[in-house]
Nanobody
Framework: QVQLVESGGGLVQAGDSLRLSCAAS????????LGWFRQTPGKEREFVAA????????YYTDSVKGRFTISRDNAEKKMYLQMNSLKAEDTAAYYC????????????????????WGQGTQVTVSS
């Protein structure tokens, strides 16, 4: 069983930066494919970014490309999301997730293909 805990959210102004962290316990972290999703009230959970087991492949939703960077430290069992040039539309609860098996194709982008989830951290960007 994998447990995930997010941290680093907060209230910032448009144009500012934040770095989210996701700490993992249980399981073999270096085998896990990981992702970040976000959700606003009344909407479905939305894919933000994902990273493969050794960090040499990353995937992003179009709206964050060039602004967000996903990374991981397998020795520390942590994943990060560096968010720059934040916009009001980035306001959401952000969740880290881990897949039980390496995603293939569109599975990287589907919340249903991730088995383990953190409790979320709120990011609020004021315009």
């Amino acid at each position: 069983q994998v447990q995930l805990v997010e941290s680093g959210g907060g209230l910032v102004q448009a144009g500012d930066s934040l770095r989210l962290s996701c700490a993992a316990s249980g399981g073999t972290f270096s085998y896990l494919s990981l992702g970040w999703f976000r959700q606003t009230p009344g909407k479905e959970r939305e894919f933000v970014a994902a990273i493969n087991w050794n960090g040499n492949r990353a995937y992003y939703t179009d709206s964050v490309k060039g602004r967000f960077t996903i990374s991981r430290d397998n020795a520390e069992k942590k994943m990060y999301l560096q968010m720059n040039s934040l916009k009001a539309e980035d306001t959401a609860a952000y969740y880290c997730a881990a897949a039980r098996h390496p995603p293939v194709g569109q599975s990287w982008y589907n919340a249903g293909d991730y088995a383990y989830w953190g409790q979320g951290t709120q990011v609020t960007v004021s315009s």
